[in-house]
Nanobody
Framework: QVQLVESGGGLVQPGGSLRLSCAVS????????MGWYRQAPGKQQRERVA????????DYADAVKGRFTISRDNAKNTMYLQMNSLKPEDTAVYYC????????WGQGTQVTVSS
């Protein structure tokens, strides 16, 4: 029922920027807490990067605080992750989901930060 489609990833140089999108089908995100997660190369677990509550409050992992911004467009049922000042250690596959990971995981979008 619920489908998550991440997009916007790519290859970027250190210090560059990317904006990721998460299009949600089958459920409305306006009343749910949502988040962005990433899985780094060679790791099996996903790391929580950022979260946004239904009311709009946000939180970030220490590693990305001050560089990433999570946002939401309820009319488009889409979430975004603006990533600035990217570092090589940000390289990962990025996923979106509910804060409690209730939705089926999408395929993610790959972000590679390299010179």
């Amino acid at each position: 029922q619920v489908q998550l489609v991440e997009s916007g990833g790519g290859l970027v140089q250190p210090g560059g920027s990317l904006r990721l999108s998460c299009a949600v089908s089958g459920s409305r995100i306006s009343t749910y807490a949502m988040g962005w997660y990433r899985q780094a190369p060679g790791k099996q677990q996903r790391e929580r990067v950022a979260g946004i509550l239904a009311g709009g409050s946000t939180d970030y992992a220490d590693a990305v605080k001050g560089r990433f911004t999570i946002s939401r467009d309820n009319a488009k049922n889409t979430m975004y992750l603006q990533m600035n000042s990217l570092k090589p250690e940000d390289t990962a596959v990025y996923y979106c989901n509910q804060r409690f990971n209730s939705y089926p995981w999408g395929q993610g979008t790959q972000v590679t930060v390299s010179s």
